[in-house]
């Protein structure tokens, strides 16, 4: 059985990552599993990218699509060309595809379309049911066509059902990025920075912001980052910055003692500084459940999440994106309200241990 496993954008690294492990063990065990690991370089900067192979022990690809940069519809294009022609060349018998980027509904339509190859969606099912996201459209797109759904969460089996998924088709088993999470967790180091800045554990907070209608507009990110100063008490805010958010924070021009402009730090740099951070400030999805395994507090500056147990269960808040939301809620974590949280079921690290054991009954 050959499976290709596609990866393109930081968000799939990590997800990868405990299933090629998974396998590895398996193929040593004897199991007729082979893979090639394709990253279609939807992600080309050195931290979003290269960096995550390193840290996380993920084997060099066996094909880079290197897609490149350009809109949604260049990218889309370039990528489904690109891995055509892998696909003309040798066919696997499934493609793995995981999360929500470009590249994940791009190699899946391609898949289908080329021969009506079997496709498996790992983290199948969640919805922010935002169609303005673009993540959104990728994910509705790719559970589609999917013949194999891999799920994290009972509220992602739901979604499936309520589509008309059978529930031989929906294989529960967990989430893989906290699989590596917790595997890299021992591994967590200081980013460069933390010395000279004599940041303290618990002292200071983090943001990280990268979605359109929160960084595209300059007089929108200026009014989020004026919000945070001012209700920050000082503390330290440590911003690595999204290379989309470099471009419009160029043309803002702000200035304040205690904000701190970072390049993309790697991953186990930036999760050392989220678990030892007092609060995280973000917009991103996969941070919401970071958080809530490390029980670090979580505001989110959107007025949805495909990731609700964080919410319901977890360290996450809600917050929307109008910034006066931004002070009553760092008012509510100054003086200690902000829930403790619990970790959702089965997010305990063998997530992928569980997928490898549907595969292994495909051989």
């Known amino acids: 059985m050959l499976v290709d496993i596609i990866a393109g954008a930081r968000p799939n690294f990590m997800k990868i990552a405990p299933i090629i492990e998974a396998i590895q063990k398996e193929q040593r065990r004897g199991t007729n599993i082979k893979y090639r690991l394709v990253h279609t370089g939807q992600h080309y900067d050195r931290n979003m990218s290269d960096s995550f192979f390193e840290q996380l022990g993920i084997p060099k690809p066996s094909i880079n699509l290197e897609a490149g940069s350009g809109t949604q519809a260049e990218q889309t294009a370039t990528i489904m060309m690109r891995y055509e022609k892998v696909l003309l060349s040798a066919k696997p018998d499934l493609v793995i595809v995981v999360g929500d980027v470009t590249s994940t509904m791009a190699c899946a339509i391609t898949a289908k379309k080329m021969g009506n190859i079997k496709v498996a969606h790992v983290e199948a099912g969640i919805r922010s049911n935002d169609m303005n996201m673009p993540e959104e459209i990728n994910r509705i797109v790719t559970d589609s066509i999917t013949d194999y ?107 304040a003692n205690n904000l701190h402009v970072s390049e993309p730090l790697s991953y186990l740099q930036f999760n050392y500084l989220v678990q030892h951070s007092k609060v995280v400030i973000t917009d991103s999805g996969g941070i919401q459940e970071e958080t809530t395994v490390m029980h670090v507090p979580c505001i989110t500056l959107r007025d949805n999440t495909e990731r609700p147990e964080t919410c319901s269960m977890g360290t996450n808040e809600l917050i929307g994106t109008n910034p006066d939301a931004i002070f009553p809620a760092l008012e509510k974590l100054f003086a200690g309200n902000w829930k403790k949280g619990n970790i959702p079921y089965m997010w305990d690290g063998k997530a992928a241990e569980r997928i490898v054991s549907v595969l292994k009954n495909m051989v």
């Not at 021992?186 to 004599?198: A, E, G, T």
């Not at 002292?203 to 595209?216: A, M, S």
């Open 149 to 255: 759904f891999f799920t994290t969460t009972h509220t992602a089996n739901d979604n499936l059902r309520a589509t008309g998924i059978p529930d031989e088709r929906i294989f529960f088993v967990g989430n893989t990025m906290i699989d590596t999470l917790l595997k890299q967790a021992p591994l967590f180091h200081q980013p460069p920075f933390w010395n000279k800045l004599k940041l303290q554990s618990g002292e200071y907070i983090v943001l990280t912001l990268h979605r359109p209608n929160n960084v595209d507009n300059v007089s929108d990110l200026k009014s989020i980052l004026v919000a945070i100063i001012k209700a920050s008490r000082g503390l330290p805010i440590i911003f690595p910055v999204h290379p989309r958010t470099a471009k419009t924070l160029e043309g803002i021009g702000i200035r």
